[in-house]
C-alpha cells in the first residue's frame, strides 16, 4: 500500500469551502510542499503530493549538502501515477480527504470533514474554553442575535482606547481584524451581512511572549512532544518559530500539564500531530499566560520543525524564519557566504524561484545555531533576521 503525504496548507481554507485544492492558493502551498520533500528524502518515506516540481537549482543545494530530493508526484498526474490503487495510505497536513479507488482520485470524506469543522472552529474552541477561563473578554457570534447579545453585556466596558480582535471561524494565523470602538458595527456588518461568516471578537491585549505545545495522538493516548517559540508581532503576525534550550520554554512547560489534560478530553477521538497556541500577555502590571487560544489539529511549523530535528539529529537550536521574496539572481551562493560569515547552518527548505523562473513571495528557511543556553531566542531570531535580510537582499 503506497504512503502518500499531502501538504495541504491551506487545510483552513478547505474547511470553509468544504472543497479540495483551492488554486487561488497554490503558490502558497509551495512552501510546505518543498519543505516536505526535505523531511521525506529517507527511504521508506511517504511520496509528496505537490502542485509543482520545485527549481533545480534549490534541488542542487540540498544535493550538495548530501540530501537526495525525491520527485513528488505532481497533482496534475496524481490519476495516472496512482492507477489501479484500491488503497492508499494518505497523510494530510490536516485531515480531510480519502482516496476513492472507483475515482481512482482524492475527494472530501463527509465524516472527516464534518468531525474537523466540530473541532477545528475557532467559535467551538472558545465555548468550551470559556467554561474554564471565564474573565477572558471572548466571544463566539455566529448570528446577529449573539451580536447583540455581546453589546448589551459588554457596552459599559466599552472605552475610546479599547481595541478589538475579530477573527474568523476558519482563518489563517495572522489573518486576524483590529478595531476600536467606532470601527466594531461596521465590521460585524460586513462578516454578518456580506460574508455571512461567523467570528470571535475578542479584547486586545498587549502580547508579551508566544509560545505553542506540540502532541501527538493515537489510540486515544495524547503526549506532549515538545513546546516552541511562537515569533509573532503584537498583533499575533507569524514569522518564524524556534526550538530549542531556554528556561522560558521549561516554565512554560510547567504551566501547561493541566490545560493540556482538558485537551485530550476535549477531542478523545483525535489521531495525529496537532499543537496548542498560548500567550502572555500583560494585565495590571503582571504577566497572565493565556494557557489556550487556539488548538491547532493538524500539522504546524513547530511539528515539522521537530520532525525535521529528528531527522538530522544535531545538538543546539533550532530556527524557521520567513523572509520576504529575494531580488538575487542567484541567493543560493549567497547562502553559503552567510554560512561562512556567521558559522551557521542555513538550509533553504523552500525554493526561492517557482519553476518559471519567478521569485516567490515567502521564503523559509532552517537555520542551525550553536548551543548557547544564556542566549535570548527573541534577539536572537531578530539578529538571524536582520542578517539574511542583508546577505539576501531581500
Not at 527511504?43 to 543545494?61: F, G, Q, R
Not at 451581512?193 to 475578542?202: D, G, L, Q, S, T
Not at 524556534?242 to 478523545?268: A, V
Not at 521569485?359 to 542551525?368: A, F, K, T
Request: aromatic share 14%; with cysteine.
Amino acid at each position: 500500500m503506497p504512503r502518500i503525504f499531502r501538504p495541504n496548507a491551506y487545510f483552513e481554507e478547505e474547511l470553509r469551502l468544504g472543497k479540495l485544492f483551492p488554486r487561488e492558493l497554490e503558490a502558497r502551498n509551495s512552501v510546505l510542499e518543498s519543505s516536505f520533500l526535505v523531511l521525506n528524502s529517507f527511504p521508506d518515506s511517504a511520496k509528496v503530493l505537490a502542485h509543482s516540481p520545485p527549481e533545480e537549482n534549490w534541488i542542487e543545494y540540498w544535493k550538495e549538502k548530501g540530501v537526495q530530493i525525491p520527485k513528488p508526484i505532481l497533482l496534475r498526474n496524481r490519476k495516472q501515477s496512482l492507477q489501479n490503487k484500491k488503497e492508499i495510505q494518505l497523510e494530510e497536513w490536516g485531515k480531510i480527504s480519502r482516496w476513492n479507488s472507483e475515482k481512482n482520485d482524492l475527494e472530501i470524506d463527509p465524516v472527516i470533514l464534518e468531525t474537523a469543522r466540530e473541532y477545528g472552529s475557532k467559535l467551538n474552541q472558545n465555548d468550551w474554553n470559556q467554561e474554564n477561563n471565564p474573565n477572558f473578554f471572548s466571544y463566539s457570534i455566529r448570528n446577529r442575535q449573539d451580536w447583540e447579545k455581546f453589546l448589551r453585556n459588554e457596552k459599559d466596558r466599552f472605552s475610546s482606547e479599547q481595541k478589538f480582535v475579530f477573527k474568523t471561524e476558519f482563518g489563517f494565523a495572522g489573518s486576524q481584524k483590529f478595531r476600536d470602538v467606532s470601527g466594531l458595527k461596521d465590521l460585524a456588518d460586513m462578516f454578518l451581512k456580506v460574508k455571512k461568516e461567523p467570528f470571535r471578537i475578542e479584547t486586545w491585549v498587549d502580547r508579551t511572549k508566544d509560545f505553542s505545545l506540540l502532541f501527538s495522538a493515537k489510540n486515544g493516548k495524547f503526549k506532549i512532544e515538545e513546546a516552541t517559540i511562537l515569533l509573532n508581532d503584537q498583533k499575533g503576525k507569524y514569522s518564524g518559530t524556534w526550538m530549542g534550550e531556554f528556561s522560558e520554554i521549561e516554565n512554560y512547560l510547567s504551566e501547561m500539564s493541566e490545560p493540556f489534560s482538558r485537551i485530550c478530553k476535549f477531542h478523545p477521538t483525535y489521531e495525529g500531530f496537532g499543537s496548542v497556541d498560548s500567550f502572555f500577555y500583560r494585565s495590571e502590571g503582571t504577566e497572565v499566560l493565556r494557557t489556550i487560544s487556539e488548538i491547532n489539529f493538524r500539522w504546524t511549523m513547530g511539528c515539522l520543525l521537530l520532525e525535521l530535528r529528528r531527522k538530522f539529529p544535531k545538538k543546539g537550536n533550532d530556527l524557521l524564519l520567513f523572509f520576504p521574496k529575494v531580488h538575487s539572481q542567484d541567493p543560493y551562493s549567497k547562502l553559503k557566504v552567510w554560512e561562512k560569515e556567521t558559522g551557521w547552518e542555513i538550509y533553504p527548505l523552500s525554493a526561492f524561484f517557482s519553476p518559471y523562473k519567478r521569485p516567490n513571495q515567502r521564503n523559509l528557511i532552517w537555520v542551525r545555531l550553536p548551543a548557547q543556553k544564556s542566549q535570548d531566542p527573541w534577539e536572537e531570531a531578530k539578529i538571524v533576521s536582520d542578517s539574511g535580510n542583508r546577505v539576501l537582499g531581500a
